[in-house]
């Protein structure tokens, strides 16, 4: 890329980190370092404000980069993942979002909590969330990363070491000084910004074939290479048995995972009420709805205008088709049209990574600091205690996840964010729906629960075709692959609800069921709830 793309796209993302601090820094001189304040913004914000940062939460890089790109490359069965994207909404919608505004207070942990034994409980909960939370920023990371060299022309290690030590040192700040507060309002300013610029190339494409979708699907189809069957079911999943069934297991960690994330269950405790999560989360549909609908049409796009075999020669994992195609949207590579579509591009980029990783490091820091922190403590922790050791929790994390991104700078990040949804599905959705619903759960059902899904997940991927045995494989020249699958989920979901249900039957303690209607009212009708 030419060096006025690279110029242009480091002025537009400059002035986007400039705005972002001078939100943190407005915020951290308007707070009053309360527990409430840090983790959840004061409870003031509204459903709207508080949908578009959940948006803001949810469309990562890899969803604006990665999803086109493989519709690009993959048509039909690239298109099958912003499906599974937005299908995991109405699992969080019917299942999760009021329920766990009337039972917590800041993390999943809470909801636990509230009718077990807390120790065991958050140590262990808090050890998940912190799993998963790690996993999704070390992919965060290798995308910053892996972003220089495809989008600002910067192919060398050290441009992208700095770059990776730049967003971790960013995403300190903003966690450390502005809390909770200062994330939504970056989270918002990047949905609005992110939903602009995928409306723009949208309509751009659609004005290039005349509103006529049929005639860029079929334009799409001839230069695939495949003909009609880029439009149709099986491309990169219709192989054997193992294919189909890795599919099978991608969907069910992608669809189930959501509702067990961190960062996004963290969003529901911003809000006054239940009902106010609940609509919440009508808007966060409506926004990330329209969003994942867009990128089918610039995947799309991206075959029919640049073609699939130009986009694998830029990347093979077709991160950047959306980039070429707002430089072909734009006029080509060296006219004025193209450099600015393409530097929108990059600065949109970018200010997602940035607050994607601030949500994730701020959901990590209070499972830390409120569940582990308070757990070991002999004496529950202060709020102000409490609320500091959350802050150099925040700034511990994100030194780690720079190291280990650093490390894994050339590993595969679809990779990564797919585990992290499949241990979220594996250990945090059970304990969290058996809690909601099951009367008879117990301590011990919860701890085997979390712990039963945690670690399935974990080593099955260390034994599987991702990690050894082939030449796409983290480590390409050994071979210790026991597992045939690339995401474990089929296998460690079950798991997690089966080792929920063992450790119930088999525990000696009594189900409290005073506990359980306790928390059945005040998850139904919000009495009680803080």
């Known amino acids: ?25 407005w915020v951290s001189r308007n707070r009053h370092g309360s527990a409430e304040e840090f983790y959840a913004g004061g409870r003031l914000f509204s459903p709207l404000e508080n949908g578009f940062a959940i948006a803001g939460d949810y469309m990562s890089a890899a969803s604006f980069l990665g999803i ?5 490359l993959y048509g039909y069965d690239g298109m099958l993942y912003s499906v599974g994207f937005l299908v995991a909404w109405l699992v969080v919608l019917l299942l999760v979002a009021e329920l766990v505004r ?14 077990m034994a807390e120790r065991p409980v958050r140590i262990a909960a808090g050890t998940s969330s912190v799993a998963v939370s790690v996993l999704y920023l070390v992919a965060q990371m290798v995308g910053a990363g892996s972003l220089v060299a495809l989008l600002l022309g910067g192919t060398g290690e050290a441009a992208r070491s700095w770059t990776v030590i730049g967003v971790g040192a960013l995403m300190v700040v903003y966690v450390s000084l502005g809390g909770m507060r200062a994330t939504t309002w970056i989270q918002i300013v990047k949905a609005v910004l992110l939903m602009a610029g995928t409306v723009a190339l949208t309509v751009l494409v659609l004005v290039r074939f005349h509103g006529d979708v049929n005639s860029l699907l079929s334009t799409a189809a001839r230069r695939s290479g495949h003909g009609m069957d880029f439009l149709a079911p099986g491309l990169r999943y219709g192989g054997d048995w193992t294919s189909r069934l890795d599919f099978i297991s991608l969907g069910l960690a992608l669809v189930l995972g959501t ?78 049209g193209g450099t600015v579509l393409f530097a929108i591009v990059a600065a949109v980029a970018f200010a997602t990574i940035l607050a ?13 600091a409120h569940d582990l922190y308070s757990s070991l403590r002999r004496r529950h922790a202060k709020q102000y205690s409490e ?27 679809a990779f990564l964010v797919g585990l992290a949804f499949a241990v979220a599905a594996s250990a ?9 619903f099951w009367r008879r759960f117990t301590t011990r059902g919860a701890v085997w629960a979390v712990y ?17 045995g082939g030449p796409e494989a983290l480590f390409p020249g050994v071979d210790f692959q026991l597992f045939p699958l690339q995401n474990p989920g089929v296998v460690s979901i079950p798991l997690g609800f089966l080792a929920g249900w063992i450790g119930t039957l088999t525990s000696p303690e009594p189900p409290d069921e005073a506990r359980h209607a306790e928390t059945e009212v005040r998850a139904l009708t919000g009495a009680g709830a803080v």
Do not use: K
């Open 68 to 72: 086109s790109g493989l519709i690009a």
């Open 259 to 336: 509702a067990g994330l961190p960062h996004i269950l963290s969003r529901f405790y911003t809000v006054p009420t239940a009902r106010a999560a609940r609509r919440s989360v009508v808007w966060a549909i409506g926004l990330i709805g329209s969003f994942y609908l867009m990128t089918i049409v610039l995947g799309f796009g991206a075959a029919a205008l640049i073609g699939p075999d130009e986009v694998r020669a830029s990347n093979a994992s077709g991160n950047t088709a959306v980039p070429l195609l707002a430089l072909d949207l734009g006029g080509g590579a060296g006219s004025t």
């Open 102 to 115: 009337n039972c917590g207070r800041f993390t999943l942990a809470d909801v636990v909590a509230a009718r």
């Open 428 to 436: 945090n959705l059970p304990v969290l729906l058996y809690s909601l």
């Open 387 to 413: 609320v500091t050791v959350a802050r150099v929790a925040a700034a511990v994390i994100g030194a780690a996840a720079i190291g280990l991104g650093l490390l894994a700078r050339d590993l595969n990040v």
């Open 1 to 25: 890329m030419t060096g006025e793309h690279q110029t242009l796209a480091l002025l537009l993302f400059s002035a986007f980190v400039a705005v972002t601090l001078g939100i943190t820094t």
């Open 452 to 468: 039963g899904g945690l670690i399935p997940a974990v080593l099955l991927v260390l034994v599987s075709p991702v990690v050894s």
């Open 356 to 368: 994607v990783v601030a949500g994730i490091t701020l959901a990590s820091s209070a499972s830390v």
